[in-house]
């Protein structure tokens, strides 16, 4: 079984929702090695999060966008974590809603992806900044 | 270390959450033959989802269902990908609310699942159609 | 490559979310053997969940705390499954929403955390119990 970790950094991206699927196969090439095995994508961040959803249509994006501000309010008065800007704590919260990592089995080396599916970053914050996330493979 | 994948489809289910961890089990034969290990299943759609959740009371799983059509609702005037019907921009919401895999460790080889943790496949659409799963064990 | 696997029980924690890196690098001191690898974190149960947050300031829990309770309602008279208490069909959403798992990669003998993130016991019961989680580690 071999494995392999890459760590690999976004220049800040704006608020929403952002395809990456094209940037974790660049980053990863090792990927078309391995016959049968695992890509875990992870992100070191808790006001960014991973998520896998449609990578067609761009209005897909937007409405995830929206249906999480709605969701998830700022300036809600009971927030006692307030001091970082209104978008911090809705960030936290989205973060975990959302999840820090996603998986995808590789089959013939490939990512076993299906049509429509693509890797998310979700940037929550308005000026979240660079964003660090460790992208790692095994199987055989 | 061994590593095992198996694909497999399951033929439409209706709009709700279902319980599949026997599926699994007699999709994966192979997780007997690991003493300690990790099992992930992935599901290749985007308006399907897969969690963890109680396995033995049904109204559990009928008020998951109401839950999440309370909470991403159809018809929101503010949707701008609307044209795949009303339940298809809450399909993807509710997808990544929920998450396209679960992982589950292998121990003497078993799933350690809780006593009360099933695998549910939850279907997000009217019609969704037959949902492609991609298991995969790892392990010695 | 390697792996090691650990059961570990958590005395029952309060309402609420809490933090539980420590313990688990306590746990699995065998992460320090691993030069590239993951590590799994999985908690046995239906009521209670585990994510990855903010692991400095407390309000941050708090709010994460407040916010569930907002988000998924207890005494819904839509839930059939009631008979467990009005925090139970609550805690069962809740942990759906938030998920059963934890992946963290594994580099240089250390979880490769951001600088903010811990790990964190969800426990979305009055009286949840004890919690039963297993750690497992691979890599080479």
Redesign the interface.
């Known amino acids: 079984?071999k494995?392999?970790?890459q760590s690999l950094t976004f220049r800040e991206k704006r608020r929403g929702f952002h395809l990456i699927t094209g940037d974790i196969l660049q980053a990863m090439p090792q990927i078309s090695e391995i016959s049968?095995?695992?890509c875990?994508v992870?992100?070191?961040?808790?006001s960014a999060s991973l998520?896998?959803?449609?990578n067609a249509?761009p209005?897909?994006r937007?409405?995830?966008e929206?249906?999480f501000n709605?969701?998830?309010k700022e300036n809600?008065p009971?927030?006692?974590?307030d001091y970082e800007g209104s978008d911090d704590?809705p960030a936290?919260?989205k973060?975990?809603?959302?999840?820090?990592?996603?998986?995808?089995?590789i089959?013939n080396g490939r990512l076993?992806?299906?049509?429509?599916?693509g890797i998310?970053l979700c940037e929550h914050r308005d000026r979240g900044g660079a964003r660090?996330v460790?992208v790692?493979v095994?199987?055989?």
């Not at 998520?51 to 449609?54: D, L, P, S």
């Not at 009971?78 to 974590?81: F, G, L, N, S, T």
């Open positions: 079984m494995i392999f970790q049968t095995g695992m875990q992870f992100i070191q961040h808790t998520t896998i959803n449609e249509d209005t897909v937007k409405d995830f929206m249906y709605k969701t998830v809600d009971d927030y006692e974590h704590m936290h919260l973060a975990s809603l959302l999840g820090s990592s996603v998986m995808i089995p089959r076993a992806l299906g049509t429509w599916q998310y660090g460790v790692t095994w199987g055989e």
